[in-house]
């Protein structure tokens, strides 16, 4: 390009320019790139040669970053800081971020591929990224040709980066045959399975629908045209299914809509149909499948239409059966309908058909209420029954008896009052009197049997109370017995009193036993005790629990407290002599000494207490120091004697 120079100052500005940028080491052309702003181009699409080579003839300075990817091999350009088309001037930075690949570290299930040939393998490998994998081959007589024999790693999760190994039968041979995959794209299925027969491939085919690729053809095959695969792999083949038909929304449309777009699409289709209060007669409520679902011409299209409201019939005068059919058969396109029935007496409508219906006519919601009134016929009014006799055409009577003031036979109540409308063959009971309540006489029988007969006639409404006392008689034979009942004869009105007095049998007056020997009373439980006293004679009643002349209930109890005279061990005894004991046994053991004494101190005084003292005087184990009180002298029973004894030479 050239350049015109319009002035000799612009001249010579730019001689003097390029001598000072001689004299600093810079060029013409770098001032003039300097000046330049460099467009930006897209840097994914290049290599990262291509980048370093296009920022070099553009003066540009390139800094690299780099990052884990798991779709793009590494060296690969990511992504740039200043976007295609920007500008930067000569000198500037543009950061680019290169690939890494796939992150090493990442964790990979290696699951368990027995079963499986050593196609799904490749496969796992190749999806996974596993970056340190090894198929290695063995022969072997029980798998078959081209299947997994052993891995290393079974159902655990390791890096992508650790080391795996799986070992792939060759059946008798030594190794396994390679194959080159060809491009199926042209082939049609039939030249796919004959191509995997002839070279011992399992074909596993899937149809998917696909707008780019005709129907019936290949669009892709999980190993690529060209690529090896070894004799007893699979390869998946998905086979185009055409770009099918998406289902439009039909949900609001007319059947006559829906027909045309069935046509036009080369679809079938199905009706049902479904009351409805929101959308109108003939019109789609819902459909399946769904809108925007993608499905093969031909496929059939379910849809519901709406059969709008539902129109109501007037059922007067009908059976709640003719009703109730009609709702089952609209019910069963969805209506809902329900009936809430009551029945009531009719004298014009026939017992079992309508009286009347709301809604009666016109169009209702689906899931609408529909209140009827079933008549049963015209009943009985129930009339004022007033004496037992009295009966009722259509009435069934049950009479319940009842004393009362009222005369014999009068009816006191009726369970359905006058007027009241019933039912033909309803049961009534009438409440009829049977006057005042006869009176029997309970003297000689025990308040139980006058409660009993209470009991009776109280279950008949008598409503009678007993008031009862007690009083002490002249036998003790008529003990608990009733001696007196007022009234005891003729009739009482119900809630009367019947008063009552029972006998308490005979009373006794306590005898005087203290100071004698008596120790019984007739009609008296005697409890009896005995103790020592210096006062009374043994047998003889110190004490009474109950006083002389105190009258008690017949069979009472009192205890009294007899004499057994001086108490023997209090008497003066004399303290026996022990002190030659000790000359009488030889031993070392002193418990020996202790048990001698013991065994003659206790058969000479019984009723003095021994203790034991000790000393060491060095006469001797067992020897006699002391007897306080002193041997010989005479001392009350009870009182302690010490003895004490020497321990010198005693183990």
Not at 361 to 366: K, R, S
Not at 410 to 437: K, P
Not at 516 to 522: D, K
Not at 562 to 568: A, E, I, L
């Amino acid at each position: 390009m050239g350049i015109l120079f319009k002035s000799k100052v612009t001249i010579l500005l730019l001689s003097i320019s390029i001598s000072l940028s001689i004299l600093l080491g810079f060029s013409v052309s770098s001032i003039m790139s300097m000046e330049r702003p460099i467009r930006i181009i897209d840097l994914t699409q290049m290599s990262e040669d291509d980048v370093l080579l296009w920022a070099n003839e553009n003066d540009l300075v390139v800094e690299t970053i780099e990052e884990y990817d798991e779709n793009t091999a590494v060296g690969t350009i990511l992504s740039q800081d200043i976007t295609a088309g920007d500008r930067l001037f000569a000198g500037q930075k543009i950061i680019i971020t290169l690939s890494k690949g796939p992150d090493p570290d990442v964790l990979v299930n290696i699951i368990d591929f027995s079963g499986q040939d050593i196609g799904i393998v490749q496969t796992f490998i190749d999806n996974s990224k596993l970056m340190n994998a090894h198929i290695l081959f063995e022969k072997s007589e029980d798998i078959e040709t081209s299947y997994l024999i052993s891995q290393s790693v079974v159902d655990q999760e390791i890096k992508r980066s650790d080391e795996v190994n799986f070992v792939i039968s060759t059946g008798s041979k030594e190794s396994l045959d390679k194959i080159t995959v060809p491009d199926f794209t042209t082939y049609t299925k039939t030249e796919i399975s004959n191509w995997g027969s002839s070279n011992n491939i399992t074909i596993n085919f899937i149809e998917e629908f696909n707008s780019s690729t005709e129907q019936g053809l290949v669009f892709s095959q999980s190993l690529a045209a060209q690529s090896e695969v070894y004799d007893g792999s699979s390869i998946t083949i998905k086979i185009s299914k055409g770009a099918g038909v998406v289902i439009e929304n039909l949900v609001g449309k007319s059947k006559s809509e829906i027909d045309k777009i069935i046509t036009d699409n080369n679809l079938k289709v199905t009706y049902d149909y479904i009351y409805s209060s929101a959308t109108a007669k003939d019109v789609a409520t819902s459909m399946s499948p769904s809108a925007t679902t993608r499905v093969e011409e031909g496929t059939t299209i379910s849809i519901v239409l709406s059969l709008g409201k539902v129109s109501m019939s007037n059922y007067a005068g009908k059976t709640l059966s003719e009703l109730e059919s009609w709702v089952n058969s609209v019910n069963a396109d969805g209506a809902n309908l329900k009936i809430n029935s009551s029945i009531a007496y009719s004298d014009s409508i026939a017992s079992g058909s309508i009286i009347s219906q709301n809604p009666t006519t016109g169009d209702v919601n689906p899931g609408t209420s529909i209140t009827v009134s079933v008549s049963k016929g015209g009943g009985v009014v129930v009339k004022t029954f007033a004496s037992r006799t009295d009966t009722q055409e259509g009435i069934k009577i049950s009479i319940t008896e009842k004393y009362s003031t009222s005369a014999s036979g009068t009816v006191l109540s009726q369970s359905i009052a006058a007027g009241t409308r019933v039912d033909v063959g309803t049961s009534i009971t009438l409440t009829v009197s049977i006057g005042q309540v006869p009176v029997s006489s309970k003297i000689g029988g025990t308040l139980a049997d006058l409660q009993s007969w209470v009991n009776t006639v109280n279950a008949k409404g008598a409503n009678l109370s007993i008031s009862s006392s007690e009083a002490y008689t002249a036998n003790q034979t008529d003990k608990g017995k009733i001696t007196s009942q007022s009234p005891s004869s003729g009739s009482v009105n119900p809630g009367s009193t019947i008063t009552a007095v029972v006998s308490k049998g005979t009373q006794i007056t306590v005898a005087t036993f203290t100071g004698t020997s008596t120790t019984s009373q007739t009609g008296l439980t005697v409890n009896k005790s005995e103790q020592y006293s210096s006062s009374v004679a043994s047998g003889v009643v110190i004490s009474q629990s109950i006083a002389a002349g105190t009258k008690v209930d017949y069979g009472s109890s009192i205890s009294l407290v007899v004499s057994k005279g001086v108490d023997p061990s209090t008497l003066p005894v004399d303290v026996p002599y022990v002190s030659y004991i000790s000359n009488s046994i030889t031993s070392s053991n002193l418990q020996d000494y202790k048990d001698e004494i013991s065994s003659v101190f206790y058969n000479a005084a019984p009723t003095l207490k021994l203790s034991f003292a000790t000393t060491s005087d060095g006469i001797g184990c067992g020897a006699v120091r002391s007897v306080n009180p002193g041997q010989g002298t005479t001392v009350n029973g009870g009182t302690t004697v010490t003895v004490t004894l020497d321990t010198t030479g005693c183990n």
